[in-house]
C-alpha cells in the first residue's frame, strides 16, 4: 500500500463545476501537509498548505482530518486554467526530521468549456 | 531572483552510461533535495542534503549518488544506467532542512531518457 493515495482521475469537468480531491495517508506520524500543483512536463508548484483548522485561498479550501488520515482539496468556479495534475504531499516530520516529501501519484484534472 | 535552476533540461544516454545533473538552489537555502518522476506517478524522494551533509535517502540502488557543494549547488548522479531510470528528475531547494511548514521550490527538472 502507498503511503499517501490518491484517486489519479482524470477528473473531467464543465467550468464553473465545484470539484473536490481525497487523499489518504497511512503514517500516523505525519506532520506537515501540502497540496502542490503540476501542470503537464513542468514541475511542482505549491498550491496550499494544509492545516487542521482548515483553510482557504480563493476558490480553494483545503481540509485535514488527522482522526481519519483524510486530506481534501475544493475548488470551486473551476477555471479552464485550474487543469493540471494535483499532488497531495505529506512529510512525516518527527525523528526522522528530514525535508522529504512523500507524494500521492496526483488526481488529474481536466476542466472543459 | 532567480528560482532553483536545474541543467541540463534534457538528455539522452545509453544504457550502462553515467549521468550527472547539477541543481542550483535559491539564494540563501542551504537544503536541496532530489525527487524522480516517472510518468503518471508522483515524485520519489532519492536524496536530502543539507549544510553538505547527507540528511535522508530514499529507497534507490547504490548506482545513484549525490553530493552538495559549499556553495549549496548539489549534483546527483546515476551509474550503470537502465532503461527503467528514464524519467524527470526534479531537484527541491527550501530553507530548513525538516521541511515543516516550509515551502520547497523545485526546478524545471532535468528530463533523462535512457535508450
Known amino acids: 500500500r502507498k503511503e499517501v493515495e490518491q484517486d489519479p482521475g482524470p477528473f473531467n469537468v464543465p467550468e464553473g463545476a465545484t470539484v473536490a480531491f481525497n487523499c489518504t495517508y497511512s503514517n500516523s506520524a505525519s506532520q506537515s501537509f501540502f497540496w502542490y500543483r503540476q501542470d503537464c512536463r513542468k514541475e511542482p508548484k505549491l498550491l496550499m498548505s494544509v492545516y487542521s483548522s482548515g483553510n482557504e485561498d480563493g476558490r480553494f479550501t483545503a481540509q485535514l482530518n488527522r482522526a481519519s488520515q483524510y486530506i481534501s482539496l475544493l475548488i470551486r468556479d473551476s477555471k479552464l486554467s485550474d487543469s493540471a495534475t494535483y499532488l497531495c504531499?505529506?512529510?512525516?516530520?518527527?525523528?526522522?526530521?528530514?525535508?522529504?516529501?512523500?507524494f500521492g501519484q496526483g488526481t488529474t484534472l481536466q476542466v472543459k468549456p | 531572483d532567480a528560482g532553483v535552476t536545474q541543467s541540463p533540461t534534457h538528455l539522452i544516454k545509453t544504457r550502462g552510461q553515467h549521468v550527472t545533473l547539477r541543481c542550483s538552489p535559491i539564494?540563501?537555502?542551504?537544503?536541496v533535495s532530489w525527487y524522480q518522476q516517472v510518468l503518471g506517478q508522483g515524485p520519489q524522494f532519492i536524496f536530502q542534503?543539507?549544510?553538505?551533509?547527507?540528511?535522508g535517502r530514499g529507497n534507490f540502488p547504490d548506482r545513484f549518488s549525490a553530493r552538495q557543494f559549499p556553495n549549496y549547488s548539489s549534483e546527483l548522479n546515476v551509474n550503470a544506467l537502465l532503461l527503467g531510470d528514464s524519467a524527470l528528475y526534479l531537484c527541491?531547494?527550501?530553507?530548513?532542512?525538516?521541511?515543516?511548514?516550509?515551502?520547497?521550490?523545485f526546478g524545471q527538472g532535468t528530463r533523462l531518457t535512457v535508450v
Open positions: 504531499v505529506v512529510n512525516r516530520g518527527g525523528s526522522s526530521n528530514t525535508g522529504k516529501l512523500i
Open positions: 539564494s540563501g537555502h542551504k537544503s
Open positions: 527541491a531547494s527550501s530553507l530548513t532542512p525538516d521541511g515543516m511548514n516550509t515551502e520547497a521550490f
Open positions: 542534503y543539507y549544510e553538505k551533509e547527507e540528511r
